[in-house]
């Protein structure tokens, strides 16, 4: 299939994506069922009753559950806007393609909407009515999400589908995302230290683990720092399962599918021909984890020429410890030995082979990076 690339809107990294084969529906309140690439169904009536309901694993993995069915709770739109004062704008937590997220409240114990101020904090995510692709991501998010259950990905609590309203109620994650703390470097954000990357990493890993290590493997595709969500311990969940999609079956090695993901983390082999694996979620870490390394954006234009693609500049100073202190983020100096430092980059280099299958799996993954986490060795300064 030929790429097609394209931009989100108010997202802070442009993504490949293309057009959207959906036919928006004129009233999203009817009971039609609408798909989206074959993957699943969804109706207004029964969200649960879909074909990846049938297909997805029934049992626990790593620390997880997958449930049979979406067991989530139903809100009306008038519960959201109580929850969100009318989604007034000082509730905005965020705005990117899907649509804007708001705060709102909910009762701690039964989820049920309460009054603005009063209850639980939550985000509340309201789909751009005229975003034909958000309705499908609206989907995806509904179908996997709201069956995962695993510590390191984010909580679905609820939904609302009310005419051409879609609404999704998520856990409050009070730290916000990965990409503002690395990135965003202004005085209310303090630099992330190297113990906290390091239990980020593990916990992202963790989750990708899980998603992988399903009966039916679930390929995440779009693996990013903005992606990440931090909870008040910095404990990271994965967040927005817009493009996530069900694995290879039948003894095939790889998914073919339009390409949609994020410049710059998406894994080479998937934009060159659509060809979609597990491992590519694999490159994608590699990605993230060469940013919480050095502190730079995987794609920033503004760097010298020779540099815009974090990838290709920095890899070669990953195995080479002189070098790799070069690009180290100086936010972490001291914080370190060199011993982890090396090996951190050593496991970044193997998830960004070139080939997918020279890459680790996340339950490899995270097996070292655990390790690195253990050790009790004083830190050093790389010399």
Not at 51 to 67: D, Q, V, Y
Not at 125 to 144: I, T
Request: positive net charge; hydrophobic residues 35%.
């Amino acid at each position: 299939m030929g790429n097609c690339l394209g931009f989100k809107p108010n997202d802070s990294n442009p993504s490949i994506s293309c057009p959207s084969t959906i036919t928006k529906p004129s009233s999203l309140g009817t009971p039609n069922s609408y798909s989206n690439d074959d993957e699943y169904s969804l109706t207004s009536s029964s969200l649960g009753r879909s074909r990846f309901s049938a297909a997805a694993s029934e049992g626990t993995s790593c620390n997880g559950e997958i449930l049979p069915t979406p067991n989530l709770k139903i809100y009306s739109f008038a519960d959201l806007k109580s929850a969100t004062r009318n989604f007034k704008s000082d509730t905005v937590l965020g705005v990117g393609g899907f649509g804007t997220v708001y705060k709102g409240w909910v009762d701690e114990k039964t989820h049920a909407p309460s009054k603005f101020g009063t209850g639980m904090i939550v985000a509340i995510k309201k789909l751009n009515s005229e975003s034909v692709q958000g309705f499908e991501e609206w989907q995806s998010e509904v179908n996997f999400l709201g069956r995962f259950s695993h510590p390191n990905l984010v909580k679905l609590l609820g939904y609302c589908w009310e005419e051409k309203e879609l609404l999704l109620v998520y856990e409050f994650m009070q730290k916000g995302s990965l990409e503002n703390h690395l990135f965003r470097r202004i005085s209310a954000i303090e630099p992330l230290s190297w113990d906290s990357r390091l239990k980020i990493a593990i916990g992202a890993a963790r989750g990708l683990a899980f998603l992988h290590t399903s009966e039916k493997k679930v390929i995440y595709r779009d693996f990013k720092a903005s992606n990440i969500l931090l909870d008040g311990n910095y404990n990271a969940k994965i967040s927005d399962f817009g493009l996530a999609k069900l694995g290879p079956s039948g003894g095939d090695s790889h998914v073919t599918t339009r390409i949609m993901g994020t410049y710059g983390y998406a894994a080479p082999e998937y934009v060159a021909t659509g060809h979609l694996y597990v491992k590519s979620d694999v490159y994608g870490f590699g990605v993230v984890m060469l940013e919480m390394l050095t502190g730079l954006r995987a794609l920033d234009t503004n760097r010298p020429s020779g540099q815009h693609n974090l990838v290709d500049w920095a890899k070669p100073f990953l195995s080479h410890k002189r070098k790799l202190k070069s690009i180290m983020d100086v936010r972490m100096e001291g914080q370190y030995s060199s011993k982890a430092a090396l090996q951190s980059a050593h496991v970044t280099i193997r998830c960004l082979e070139q080939e997918p299958k020279k890459r680790p799996s996340m339950q490899e993954v995270v097996k070292v990076l655990e390790q690195i986490e253990a050790m009790d060795e004083k830190p050093k300064r790389i010399t």
